[in-house]
């Protein structure tokens, strides 16, 4: 499917606004358009009711921890045993 509307979505903006009732418009899994009154251009593109779900911006978990950083300047064995300490924290 190339062309697509999501509709009945409330909309996180950048600017921190839920958009009530809002709607996408995606070609080619792109976001074109995104606004409450659907433009004519749009409305013969198959549609899919979102129910009043919240759709929000993409969101990239881009970190790192300190300790990983710091552990480039370690002895290797001291490196794996500080990196085996983080492995089982996290189980």
Do not use: F
């Not at 549609?47 to 919240?54: E, V, Y």
């Not at 881009?62 to 045993?81: G, M, N």
């Amino acid at each position: 499917m190339t062309q697509r509307i999501l509709t009945n979505a409330n909309l996180w903006m950048p600017d921190h606004r839920v958009l009530a009732g809002g709607a996408v418009a995606l070609e080619h899994d792109r976001i074109c358009w995104v606004g409450q009154q659907l433009p004519e251009a749009y409305r013969d593109w198959p549609s899919q009711d979102l129910g009043g779900d919240l759709l929000t911006p993409a969101l990239i978990d881009c970190h790192t921890h300190l300790v990983h950083l710091s552990l480039i300047h370690l002895p290797e064995p001291t490196r794996q045993a500080e990196i085996s300490y983080a492995v089982c924290c996290v189980k």
